[in-house]
């Protein structure tokens, strides 16, 4: 089930470098908390299991480090930063921006074979929520969201929002303890408002889906507060 451009962004090149294989491995282990907040790693281990030179890996921790998710300090360890609640608003209220336009083009362009493979990736959504299997749940959370975009012709809007939606990533895979089935019904309202090809309700619900990570991340933080940065 693999979505293009989910976490490291190369679309033009045709082979990622070892530095975007290095540097997209590494960012799906953060981003689904396999290197949970406050982590040491090390340039040496990382290169060592992935088998590849330091290079590589010191410059796919440089490129992490930029985009905030870890602190290099000279003579110090290196470690996965804690999640900053700041960083995870500001995550949502571009995504947001972005994909309610989108779905309001997707609800007029959007054909019946589009409408049929969103279905169908509801269909697996349910059965993940059944199953309680929260890895596969969040890759399709993400693949509904990606076919929305590319489905109205607005493919590029996706690479913006996975660019941009990284801190939102981790407080989400947290909240899929107790929002699985929120999500998918909330996915089941977008798909219904697309169906109806009703522009008003689509952005409606788009808007209340992504905005409920506003309500969640106090309890996420109560829940884990050695993993979040006192803001």
Request: proline residues 4%; glycine residues 4%.
């Amino acid at each position: 089930m693999a979505v293009p451009a989910m976490m490291g962004q190369h679309p033009t090149a045709s082979r990622p470098s070892v530095t975007d294989q290095v540097f997209d491995e590494l960012q799906r282990q953060v981003m689904t908390l396999e290197l949970a907040p406050g982590t040491r790693i090390s340039e040496v281990e990382v290169a060592k299991t992935l088998d590849v030179s330091s290079q590589p890996v010191r410059d796919a921790f440089y490129r992490l480090s930029k985009l905030g998710f870890l602190v290099i300090r000279p003579q110090r360890a290196t470690t996965v930063s804690l999640i900053s609640p700041a960083a995870v608003m500001q995550s949502r209220f571009i995504r947001t921006a972005l994909e309610v336009e989108t779905v309001a083009v997707a609800a007029t362009a959007l054909g019946q074979r589009d409408l049929d493979a969103l279905a169908d990736i509801l269909d697996r959504q349910k059965q993940a929520v059944d199953a309680e299997d929260r890895p596969t749940f969040h890759q399709l959370d993400d693949l509904f969201h990606y076919e929305i975009c590319t489905r109205a012709g607005l493919g590029f809007v996706w690479e913006l929002v996975a660019e941009n939606k990284g801190h939102m990533d981790r407080v989400r895979m947290l909240s899929l303890s107790f929002a699985s089935e929120r999500a998918y019904q909330d996915h089941l309202h977008i798909f219904e408002a697309l169906k109806a090809r009703d522009p008003l309700a689509a952005v409606r619900t788009m808007r209340e889906h992504l905005s409920r990570i506003s309500v969640m991340i106090d309890r996420i933080r109560d829940e884990n507060r050695d993993w979040f940065a006192d803001e």
